[in-house]
């Protein structure tokens, strides 16, 4: 089974983890998936991702003193694996695990995602706990000397036989359930193990392997970033998705950095390989993050830029917000069809100018010949910003004007005098579509 051929184009769906952040429930999960049925699956929207701590009984329960609590009440059966917890997530009670659910999910015509650490549980390797198909315990795959700097629940797993068993356990076991999508976390890159002596590497390399010997289409997503430049060929070789930021949240100097980073990483997205500019924190977020709930920081033209970015760029796009209270204002900009056309397996998306104050990015579908370009306002204040029809590289003809339609407002006009040129918002941006004039 080749792992692109259920991941021609970028995944599109919702995660947990903006709003719920480790509390996330049964009944929650369903009511953003029914939604997500009614009102996003027509323009695309697939995945449903259970984020991190599904497996934890006494999740957010003192969330005043700690995200992940140390030696906390996690459920796992006799093979050292990791089962929701049945107070969260009552389906699952009776051994069934996720199957219930995801079978809910796969009934409203979408597809189910969970959240795992890299590793084993450090529970099972005290125990001595069995692992699946071998005489070997837990404690002797089990790498102490390998954790996560911000999670006690793993060690990382040894380079072995072994331990290849226990991955290989794992993932067919998410494979019985009906799971579609895996986001791996502490695996994309470790502050933890800045040198090559990270085994994260190898991790990566044995979940993928597990994949392929499942034989079911799961998506590999790889957590958090920033991910390795120098390591685009091994995330390519063994991941669908790898994050090119740590945490991205609804900060303007987040958003102005992901241009940097999209730049540096343009020239890697391909079929079934997608670096991943991370969740889109739209709407309300944070309810489960033990300080309230709060309305997306970002201006209505931030949104809009940040939305673009993604899709001229060709990023998976998972939405953060709370799903069943979005407004109709939010709703408008993630069914903008035109804009997630730029999403197709025959587009390209390619920087052609940034600064300080400015961008433009093109996005052309190589098939059709459709060509998109965005016009990004960085700076403080509105703000002219042009770019010369030559400088496209389209072989347009600076002599002849060229209609254009502005995809967020609607807007017809012409581009004359062999440019492109708009006046854009503060931390705005204008996307148009380029045909020639008729």
């Known amino acids: 089974m080749n792992k692109n051929d259920f991941a021609k184009t970028p995944p599109m769906g919702w995660n947990s983890y903006d709003y719920y952040d480790t509390t996330v429930n049964e009944?929650?999960?369903?009511?953003?998936?029914?939604?997500?049925?009614?009102?996003?699956?027509?323009?695309?929207?697939?995945?449903?991702?259970?984020?991190?701590e599904w497996y934890a009984n006494d999740a957010g329960t003192v969330r005043d003193q700690f995200q992940y609590i140390p030696f906390g009440d996690l459920e796992m059966d006799e093979y050292s694996r990791l089962q929701p917890s049945p107070a969260r997530f009552p389906s699952s009670e009776g051994g069934k695990g996720f199957k219930p659910l995801a079978n809910y999910i796969h009934g409203l015509g979408l597809k189910f995602g969970i959240h795992i650490m890299r590793g084993i549980p450090r529970r099972a390797a005290e125990a001595?706990?069995?692992v699946l198909g071998t005489d070997v315990t837990a404690d002797r795959i089990a790498d102490p000397s390998s954790i996560c700097g911000w999670n006690p629940d793993m060690y990382g797993v040894r380079n072995t036989s072994a331990g290849q068993a226990y991955y290989d356990s794992i993932i067919r076991m998410y494979a019985d359930w009906g799971v579609d999508f895996i986001k791996c976390d502490d695996i994309c890159d470790s502050w933890m193990y800045p040198n090559d002596n990270f085994s994260g590497w190898h991790e990566t390399e044995?979940?993928?392997?597990?994949?392929?010997?499942?034989?079911?289409?799961i998506v590999l997503s790889l957590s958090p970033g920033p991910a390795h430049i120098d390591r685009a060929w091994q995330y390519?070789?063994?991941?669908?998705?790898?994050?090119?930021?740590d945490d991205f949240w609804d900060s303007w100097p987040l958003l102005k950095n992901m241009f940097w980073r999209c730049e540096l990483w343009q020239d890697h997205v391909r079929e079934g390989c997608f670096p991943d500019c991370d969740m889109l924190p739209l709407g309300k977020l944070g309810g489960?993050?033990?300080?309230?709930?709060?309305?997306?920081?970002?201006?209505?033209e931030e949104q809009k830029t940040m939305l673009s970015l993604w899709c001229m760029f060709r990023s998976p796009l998972m939405i953060g917000a709370e799903l069943t209270r979005l407004d109709d204002w939010t709703l408008s900009l993630l069914t903008n069809r035109r804009l997630l056309s730029l999403l197709d397996a025959d587009c390209r998306g390619t920087q052609l100018f940034r600064d300080e104050r400015r961008a433009v990015w093109k996005n052309k579908n190589h098939k059709t010949g459709s060509l998109h370009v965005a016009l990004f306002n960085l700076g403080d204040e509105d703000a002219a910003v042009?770019?010369?029809?030559?400088?496209?590289q389209e072989g347009l003809d600076a002599a002849k004007p060229y209609a254009l339609h502005e995809i967020w407002e609607d807007a017809k006009s012409e581009a004359r005098d062999g440019k492109l040129a708009a006046r854009v918002p503060a931390?705005?941006?204008?996307?148009?579509?380029?045909?020639?004039?008729e």
């Open 27 to 52: 009944a929650q999960v369903k009511a953003n998936a029914d939604y997500m049925a009614a009102k996003l699956k027509p323009y695309g929207w697939t995945y449903v991702v259970v984020d991190i």
């Open 128 to 130: 001595h706990a069995k």
């Open 288 to 300: 489960g993050f033990g300080r309230g709930e709060w309305d997306c920081n970002f201006t209505r």
């Open 386 to 392: 042009e770019i010369g029809l030559d400088a496209l």
């Open 206 to 217: 044995m979940l993928h392997r597990a994949i392929l010997k499942a034989g079911r289409p």
């Open 427 to 437: 931390h705005g941006v204008k996307v148009y579509q380029v045909c020639l004039s």
């Open 236 to 245: 390519c070789e063994n991941a669908n998705m790898w994050r090119i930021t």
